[in-house]
């Protein structure tokens, strides 16, 4: 007989994962088809996010800013270090563990809240059945009350440069966390996020890194005072960042791979040891679903959903990368939550205003909300308050007195509209103003805060007076 279940979800990334611990803990039963296989040949979970996106990418961010630190930076503290080797074998194993680690809990996580794990391939059929193929190639269908599609992204391809991740010479994220040597030089096309957090790990532990970005504007999501700050900073530590330089071809050499671009003066060439893609992500709905199923995709193959993530499809929903918005974990994981809270009969709800984006470069790049340029173009009137770091105690004491922080409020209600930082720790410092925006404060609101002294927080408290000329430890203008 084929079994029912309340729930089931395609996809065990951050997405999938939450929305089935979520849908557990509301007592629906549920189950999570999930196929990836990890780095040593076993079923994993986690889905991109932990096997070979946020997590890794952050623990080889941290080994190498420690190894870049302590060769250039104890300097200023009055330390003299000497000696100091790089033993990357070790640096992949402590990612790999943490990567295994994290996975593991999730699969632990399941266990403990009855969510059933079902691997293989999973593929939605007309009358919410899912249809799961396992690795050895046998086929089970079962039926579903309610289906979440989560299968996530995929890295972009460009004929211009074909990956091959085995190989190790032209690759994607994938294989740039796995080089097991340092590669004297290293081309990467587009400066986005990816290609800047990953071209920092190679740039601190001694590739010289040539950014190729086919558009003029750096960082065009962000706020472009920020942005424009973030390209200084990243030119000083040595990153070759060329702007409006589109790749549009390659050769395999034997000293690596030429690089063919174009940009305003004409066609030029370089030669780089290896070559990271990171041009963008896809949807993932490769063998999704069933022609018969009638599910609907939009624009760029996103699945159709409206503001619920419900789908053309009545009880069919679909959360995480593979719909519309920022392809982050986070978003992913709270419309999870959503859709699991709905379909228990519950309000659940998100705010797609108040999503934090963070790069994890040297210094942190973080925001919230609307950036300046956004506000002009909608025609919204606003009032901004800036603090640089160099004037925050706490960051000249640990030696990161570098970036600010720009807080936008409404002119007329002062409702805070956004905040960017780029600084010393800006992932963790963005959550106050996220906070701040999900509950409709004000900028006066955060100015009469108290804010712990000396801490880097205090450089946000400063902005957000700055809004009303009231910064103490800036000259206002
Ligand atoms: P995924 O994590 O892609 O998971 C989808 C899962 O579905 C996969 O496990 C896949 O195997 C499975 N699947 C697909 N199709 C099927 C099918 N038919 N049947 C069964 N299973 C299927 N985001 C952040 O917020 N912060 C970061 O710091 C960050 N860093 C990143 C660094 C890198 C290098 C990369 C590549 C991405 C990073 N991201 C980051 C983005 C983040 O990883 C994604 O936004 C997130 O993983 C999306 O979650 P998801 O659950 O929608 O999809
Ligand atoms: P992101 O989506 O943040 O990962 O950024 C991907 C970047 O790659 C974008 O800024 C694109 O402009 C850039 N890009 C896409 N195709 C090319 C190309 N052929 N050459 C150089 N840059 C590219």
Redesign the pocket.
Known sequence: MVKTYDVVI???????YVAAIRCAQLGLETAC????INFKGDPA?????L????IP??ALLESSEHYHYLKEGFGNHGIQVEGITLDLDKMMVRKEDIVLQLTNGVSTLFKANGVEWLQ????LLAGRQVEITHQDGSVDVVNADHVII????M?IEIGAAPVNNAEGIIVD?TGA?DFRQVPKTLGVIGAG??GL??GSVWNRLGAKVIMLEAVDDFLALADQQIAREALRQFKKQGLDIRLGARVMATEKIAEGVKVHFKDKEGEHEIVVEKLLVSVG?RP?T???AAPGSDLLFGERGFIHVGDDCETNLPGVYA????VRGP??????SEEGIMVAEIIAGQHGHLNYDAIPW?I?THPEIAWVGKTEQALKTEGIPYKIGTFPFSANGRAKAMDTAIGMVKILAHAETDTLLGCHIIGPYASELIQEAVLAIEFQASSEDLARTIHGHPTLYEAVHEAALSVHGRSLHKINT
């Open positions: 395609i996809g065990g990334g951050p997405a999938g088809v999930e196929k990836w979970l986690g889905g991109t996010c096997n070979v996106g946020c990418s952050k293989g391939h999973g593929k989560a299968t996530g992204s890295p994220s966390l996020v990816i957090e990953l992500r993932n490769d063998n999704v959360i995480g990368d593979v392809m982050l974990a986070h978003k992913g963070v994890y």
